[in-house]
């Protein structure tokens, strides 16, 4: 919860692209718990991730989505 406030702000772009081709492969389902983000690898993000917290598959896209083109491309 320590990130919460942050948003996503503290997950690099690449980790957050990893995140996006996941939900889309179906390889990570909504709403994002532990045992998904373990499965992908992503486990270590769990902390950072806590926006996505009850979000269904439209809800966690859009948030990546945006965090993506608020950064227009940089890490």
Do not use: F, W, Y
Not at 9 to 17: G, Y
Not at 35 to 59: F, K, M, S
């Amino acid at each position: 919860m320590l990130n919460a406030g942050k948003g996503l702000q503290t997950v690099s772009s690449k980790d957050l692209r990893a995140l996006l081709r996941a939900v889309h492969r179906g390889d990570l389902t909504c709403p994002v718990l532990p045992q998904g983000l373990a499965e992908v690898g992503l486990l270590r993000l769990l902390d950072d991730l806590e926006i996505l917290r009850g979000l269904d598959e439209r809800g966690v896209r859009a948030a990546l989505v945006i965090a993506l083109a608020e950064r227009g491309g940089s890490d």
